[in-house]
C-alpha cells in the first residue's frame, strides 16, 4: 500500500486543522492505521491509531479531547482532526499502515509510512 499525506498548513494557537491520509494499492479496510508526529530536534511520537473497521481508536494523552481519528473505508482515506491547536503540536505529522494490524502505538506495529504533512502552530 501507498500512503499520501496532506493537509498541513500553518494555523494561530487555538485553531484547528485536517490532515488526511490517502490510500493506493491494496485494500485499505485490511489496514490499521496510525498516526504520529515529529518536531524538529525530537523523536517521532504516536498521536492517535484506529483499527481497520473504525470501531476502535486510542490516543496519546496529551491529544485526547482535541484530536480526533476517523476513517472512510469508501474513499481509502484516514483522517486527524485537530482543535485547540497549541505551538506544541507543531510538527510534521505522517500516517502510518499496517495489514492485518490492530491500532497500536508502537511505530513497530507499522510497516507503511507516508512521506508526512507540516503542522505549523503559531502563538
Known amino acids: 500500500v501507498q500512503l499520501q499525506a496532506s493537509g498541513g498548513g500553518s494555523v494561530q494557537a487555538g485553531g484547528s486543522l485536517r490532515v488526511s491520509c490517502e490510500a493506493s494499492?491494496?485494500?485499505?479496510?485490511?489496514?490499521?492505521v496510525g498516526w504520529f508526529r515529529q518536531a524538529p530536534g525530537k523523536e517521532r511520537e504516536f498521536v492517535a491509531a484506529?483499527?481497520?473497521?473504525?470501531?476502535?481508536?486510542i490516543y496519546k494523552d496529551l491529544v485526547k479531547g482535541r484530536f480526533t481519528i476517523s476513517r472512510d473505508n469508501a474513499k481509502n482515506t484516514a483522517y486527524l482532526q485537530m482543535n485547540s491547536l497549541t505551538p506544541e503540536d507543531t510538527a510534521v505529522y505522517y500516517c502510518?499502515?499496517?495489514?492485518?494490524?490492530?491500532?497500536?502505538?508502537?511505530?513497530?506495529?507499522?510497516?507503511?509510512w507516508g512521506q508526512g504533512t507540516q503542522v505549523t502552530v503559531s502563538s
Open positions: 484506529i483499527s481497520r473497521g473504525g470501531g476502535a481508536t
Open positions: 494499492g491494496d485494500t485499505f479496510s485490511w489496514y490499521a
Open positions: 502510518a499502515a499496517e495489514k492485518w494490524g490492530a491500532a497500536v502505538a508502537d511505530r513497530s506495529g507499522y510497516r507503511y
